[in-house]
Nanobody, 128 residues
Framework: QVQLDESGGGLVQAGGSLRLSCAAS????????MGWFRQAPGKEREFVAG????????GYADSVKGRFTISRDNAKNTMYLQMNSLKPEDTAVYYC?????????????????????WGQGTQVTVSS
């Protein structure tokens, strides 16, 4: 299994931006489909964005489309989530997740049960 470590969370005012990073170690990152999920207090973990192992297939939750951008740098074993125009409702713990695929795969998952590997999470708080 790949080991995942998120960073980049923090406190930001509404309308601001943050960039989250997810550093991977332990296995070949380039064959892993990756995803970002978030969980607010009292709510279920929800899909935010996903990216295929190949990097050329991405998907977003409707609530973040046009504001968030997922990307990956396989040479650096790192995935990113650029978050712009942040809203108070984006406040949550953000998790990155990974699932082994194969080189060139264009699949990405959008359910927590799709992913066996998870990071510890990073808190994002957006003040109004």
């Amino acid at each position: 299994q790949v080991q995942l470590d998120e960073s980049g969370g923090g406190l930001v005012q509404a309308g601001g931006s943050l960039r989250l990073s997810c550093a991977a170690s332990g296995r070949a990152f380039s064959i892993y489909a990756m995803g970002w999920f978030r969980q607010a207090p009292g709510k279920e973990r929800e899909f935010v964005a996903g990216i295929s192992a190949s990097g050329d297939s991405t998907g977003y939750a409707d609530s973040v489309k046009g504001r968030f951008t997922i990307s990956r740098d396989n040479a650096k074993n790192t995935m990113y989530l650029q978050m712009n125009s942040l809203k108070p409702e984006d406040t949550a713990v953000y998790y990155c997740a990974g699932r082994s695929q194969w080189y060139g795969s264009r699949w990405y998952g959008d359910r927590p049960t799709d992913f066996p590997s998870w990071g510890q999470g990073t808190q994002v708080t957006v003040s109004s």
